[in-house]
């Protein structure tokens, strides 16, 4: 994903720092070539020469550092995305207002490439309307920005500003490696994970979905701009705090929050595995054993067809289907039946793993993408938006 890419990462004065080590050591093991600018603020927290020896490329905290041996324009000439983390108020400040008064400074001014901006820093500084006004300033000019996380913060208050998990932020850097916000003002309505069904109260049907397939492509379009409603049952990976998340268990929980929502939504992508049977008389009580159990099965709702029959012309309705044989046929029937703008089919073979192999169709469209699913849903997104003049692409 991040193989051979080039990597500015700048570190500044926050006690953060720290937890960039493990970021540059995650990019590298990636493949990607990272080099560091730390401020003279960060070198209190966190010495240079660790930079150096996880990465093995050289960290300058000058503005004119013998070590890099290149003028300071010719790092950001040099990056393919420059990577700002932790940022704190004062070099989103200086961003604002064009301020260039040291090496990471300068060099985002000069910059012609993504930069992504990863706040962490106290909670009230992080609220306070000045750092907000140079947010969105910043945004509206093309810098990106990643959400901090809420929680117990070095200062001791528990707020917002905590630093994210380094994993989101190499999702976020290796999209904007790639795309801008191009579904910035669109809602995404995203269903994923494994429904239970209950039997008793110790007991349930369910299976083997883990919801990954749909957590990926959650995460794409936020990261692309959409404001994402995740509406899942059981999955196997922990979920993104910054994503909007209903946790629901049954196919009938399911269907009232994704009828709730439909309505809003621009774009549906329905990945989960929704049961299509339930017990028709759950016990109240935990069933003793016994030799034999008889147990009544019921059909649950069909979110997927009411949603079809619900579709207006301007909303985009993507499902999704698992087979173990005649992928395709199978596919282009439900298509057909359920009214969808397209279906992505998959071989039940590859479910559960985090590379997959899907079948993309729609009107005109029959297109195999292989790959990992973070990947994979950028491309199922890219497909969707460039064979419709429904959605506005604003890139």
């Known amino acids: 994903m991040l193989k051979n890419k080039k990597i500015l990462l700048g570190i500044t004065g926050g006690i953060a720092a720290y937890k960039a080590v493990d970021l540059a050591g995650k990019l590298t093991k990636m493949g990607a070539e990272v080099k560091t600018i730390m401020t003279a603020h960060a070198c209190e927290f966190v010495s240079p020469i660790t930079f150096k020896s996880i990465t093995h490329q050289p960290v300058i905290t000058k503005m004119f550092d013998a070590e890099a041996d290149i003028e300071h324009i010719s790092l950001a000439d040099w990056a393919d995305i420059i990577v700002i983390a932790p940022a704190t108020a004062n070099i989103i400040g200086k961003t604002a207002y064009g301020i260039a008064d040291d090496l990471l400074s300068t060099t985002i ?3 012609t490439v993504p930069v992504l901006f990863v706040p962490a820093m106290n909670v009230h500084m992080y609220e306070n309307p000045i750092v907000q006004e140079n947010i969105t300033k910043l945004s509206a000019l093309g810098y990106f920005f990643m959400e901090p996380e809420f929680g117990k913060l070095a200062c001791g208050y528990d707020g917002k500003g905590r630093y994210p998990e380094n994993e989101e932020i190499i999702f976020h850097i ?7 916000k191009d579904l910035s003002g669109k809602n ?4 994923a994970g494994a429904s239970r069904e209950e039997i008793d109260p110790m007991r349930f049907i369910t299976n083997y979905s883990t919801g990954k397939m749909g957590l990926a492509l959650a995460r794409a379009a936020h990261i692309r701009g959409a404001h994402v409603k995740f509406i899942h049952s059981f999955i ?3 979920i993104p705090e910054y994503m909007d998340s209903i946790k629901t ?7 009232n929050s994704v009828i709730q929502d439909y309505k809003d939504s621009d774009i549906t992508f329905m990945t989960a595995a929704v049961a299509d049977f339930t017990p028709a008389n759950p016990s109240k009580q935990k069933i003793k054993k016994s030799n034999d159990l008889n147990l009544e099965l019921k059909r649950t709702k069909d979110i997927l067809m009411e949603l079809g029959e619900r579709k207006t012309k301007d909303q985009i309705l993507v499902g999704f289907a698992a087979e173990s044989e005649n992928i395709k046929e199978n596919a282009l029937q439900k298509i057909r039946k359920k009214k969808l703008n397209f279906i992505c089919a998959n071989n039940l073979n590859v479910a559960g793993k985090n590379d ?8 005109g469209i029959e297109i195999k993408l292989i790959g990992n699913k973070f990947s994979v849903a950028h491309q199922i997104i890219d497909i969707i938006l460039k064979s419709t003049d429904k959605i506005d692409k604003k890139k």
């Open 109 to 111: 001014m000069a910059a």
């Open 174 to 180: 290796a999209t904007y490696l790639k795309y801008s």
């Open 188 to 191: 995404v309505l995203i269903t």
């Open 236 to 238: 196997s990976e922990k």
């Open 249 to 255: 268990v049954s196919a009938e929980e399911m269907y």
């Open 356 to 363: 997959t192999e899907i079948l993309v169709l729609g009107e």
